[in-house]
C-alpha cells in the first residue's frame, strides 16, 4: 500500500519551481521537482518537520499543514482527500481480512427497477461485480456466467478484468483511458481502506502479473470514478458508445452503481438488441455465451 511519505515525495516531484513561479537563478537541481527545503519553507513548516513527514517519522500532521502542502503541491480536491487519508494511517497498518461484500437490498430493488432497458451493474469497494441486470452483464462481460456475482469466490473483479483478460481489453476501444481511470481509483480506495488484506492481494497480483498495471500505478495518479465515456467494439452489435455514471448508494457507501446511457442513435439501438437478446436467453432458459469457466482466476497469467 502507498505511504505519505511516497505520494508527498511523488507529487513534489511533479511541480517545477517555474510552475509556481519560483526563482532559481539557474543553479543547477538535481531534483526533477521541488527540493524539500522549498516546499517546505511554502508551506510554512520547518525542514526538518517536512523531512520527518516524507521519511514517516512524524507522528502527526495537522489539517493546516496538510491543506498547506496541498495548495503548494497543487493537488486537485480527490488528490488533497487522498493526502488527507494516508496522513490518518498508521505507522504499520495490520492487514486483515473484510467479510464478503453484499449489496445491499435497496440497490438491488433499484437494479431490479431499472429492468434491462437501462444496463447496469452494483461494483463493490475493491471493483468487484456485486451485481448486474441482464443488459449490463450483456453490455460489458457477455463471455462470463450470468450468475457469477452471486457467489463472493467467483465474482468478476472489474480490474482483473481490464488487465488480465484480452477479452475485456479487445471490448474496449478506449481501453487506455479507463484503465488509467481504473489505476486511480484503486489508488484513491487504498487510501481509504490500508488494513483491506484484500485489497493489498488485488494490487499485489496486478502489479506482478501485469507490466502495464505496474507502470500505470508507479505513476501516481489518484483520481475518482463518477463519469465518463465508454467506446465499446462489442463482439455481439459491434460499436457502441455510452455514457458511464457513477452512483454511490448511501447504505452502503464503499459500493457504487454504473449505468450506462447511450451516446447516440445507433448505440441506442445496440442496447436495445442486447436487451432483446437478455429477455430471449431468458425465456428460453439460455444464458449466453460463457467462455471464461472462472471470472477470477484468468489462470493463464496473460498480458494486456
Same mark, same amino acid.
Not at 130 to 146: D, I, K, S, T
Given at each position: ?15 517545477? %519551481? ?12 538535481? $531534483? %526533477? ?28 500532521? #495537522? ?8 495548495? $503548494? ?8 482527500? /487522498?493526502?488527507?487519508?494516508?496522513a490518518r494511517q498508521p505507522a504499520r497498518p495490520g492487514l486483515s481480512e ?46 462470463? %456466467? ?10 468478476? #473483479? ?35 481502506? %490500508? ?14 502479473? #501485469? ?55 445507433? #448505440? ?7 436487451? /432483446? ?7 428460453t432458459g439460455l444464458e449466453g455465451p ?15
Amino acid at each position: 500500500m502507498e505511504t505519505l511519505g511516497a505520494f508527498l515525495k511523488s507529487r513534489r516531484d511533479q511541480v517545477t %519551481p517555474a510552475a509556481i513561479g519560483l526563482r532559481t537563478f539557474g543553479t543547477a537541481r538535481r $531534483v %526533477p521537482g521541488l527540493r524539500r527545503e522549498e516546499l517546505a519553507q511554502l508551506a510554512g513548516v520547518s525542514v526538518g518537520y517536512y523531512t520527518r513527514l516524507e521519511q514517516g517519522h512524524a507522528e502527526t500532521a #495537522s489539517e493546516q499543514v496538510l491543506d498547506a502542502l496541498a495548495r $503548494v503541491l497543487r493537488l486537485d480536491p480527490v488528490e488533497t482527500v /487522498h493526502l488527507h487519508n494516508l496522513a490518518r494511517q498508521p505507522a504499520r497498518p495490520g492487514l486483515s481480512e473484510p467479510p464478503p461484500e453484499e449489496p445491499h437490498p435497496r440497490v438491488l430493488a433499484l437494479l431490479r427497477a431499472l429492468a434491462d432497458a437501462t444496463p447496469a451493474i452494483v461494483l463493490g469497494r475493491r471493483g468487484d461485480v456485486l451485481a448486474w441486470n441482464r443488459a449490463g452483464h450483456a453490455l460489458v462481460a457477455e463471455h462470463l %456466467p450470468f450468475d457469477a456475482p452471486r457467489d463472493p469466490a467467483r465474482r468478476p #473483479s472489474v480490474p482483473r478484468m481490464f488487465f488480465l483478460d484480452p477479452l475485456t481489453r479487445d471490448l474496449h476501444r478506449n481501453w487506455d483511458e479507463l484503465a488509467r481511470v481504473h489505476v486511480a481509483y484503486l489508488r484513491l480506495t487504498a487510501g481509504r481502506f %490500508p488494513t483491506d488484506a484484500r485489497l493489498a492481494e488485488l494490487i499485489g497480483e496486478l502489479t506482478m502479473r #501485469s507490466d502495464t498495471f505496474a507502470t500505470m500505478w508507479a505513476a501516481g495518479e489518484v483520481a475518482d470514478c463518477t463519469m465518463g465515456a465508454m467506446r465499446l467494439r462489442h463482439p455481439t452489435v459491434g460499436a457502441v458508445s455510452v455514457t458511464y455514471q457513477v452512483w454511490l448508494q448511501p447504505d452502503s457507501p464503499d459500493h457504487r452503481l454504473e449505468i450506462y446511457t447511450p451516446d447516440d442513435p445507433g #448505440s441506442a439501438d445496440a442496447l436495445r438488441i442486447l436487451a /432483446h437478446q437478455s429477455r430471449a436467453r431468458l425465456d428460453t432458459g439460455l444464458e449466453g455465451p460463457q467462455l471464461s469457466p472462472a471470472p477470477l482466476s484468468f489462470s493463464e497469467g496473460l498480458q494486456p
